[in-house]
């Protein structure tokens, strides 16, 4: 791939980064804000409700975070576009999609497929 492809999707991961860690911060701001003891046991209820989805969202971002990690370190190494299974280049439209791919589109789509029969 091109060095200014590869720059590109670098600067593009970092700052997608920063943003999901500034986001992390209100998110986990946010949760202690709301640490009140509600004697309604409906609001009890909703704010507990309210809680986990932010954790899932935390998880999911978390989750994404060791992704992005994970294709700053692929471009640093020189692997950055190319998929872990066959070997051959992530095509740069799927990279602009999703920056964090490691499979090219013929080796996820065949993952999901056996993923659909087999269930794992």
């Known amino acids: 791939m091109e060095e200014g492809k590869i720059r590109m999707f670098k600067k593009m991961l970092e700052d997608q980064l920063n943003e999901l860690a500034q986001s992390g911060e ?3 701001s946010g949760l202690k804000n709301e640490e009140h003891n509600y004697a309604d046991p409906l609001d009890r209820a909703s704010v507990n409700e309210n809680q986990g989805f932010m954790l899932h969202i935390k998880n999911r971002e978390s989750r994404l975070i060791n992704k992005i990690r994970d294709a700053l370190e692929r471009i640093e190494d020189g692997d950055f576009g190319t998929c872990e299974v066959c070997g051959e280049e992530i095509s740069y439209k799927r990279l602009l999609a999703r920056p964090v791919a490691t499979q090219c589109i013929t080796c996820k789509t065949k ?4 993923e659909r029969i087999f269930g794992t």
């Open 26 to 28: 209100m998110t986990l």
């Open 111 to 114: 993952l999901e497929k056996r």
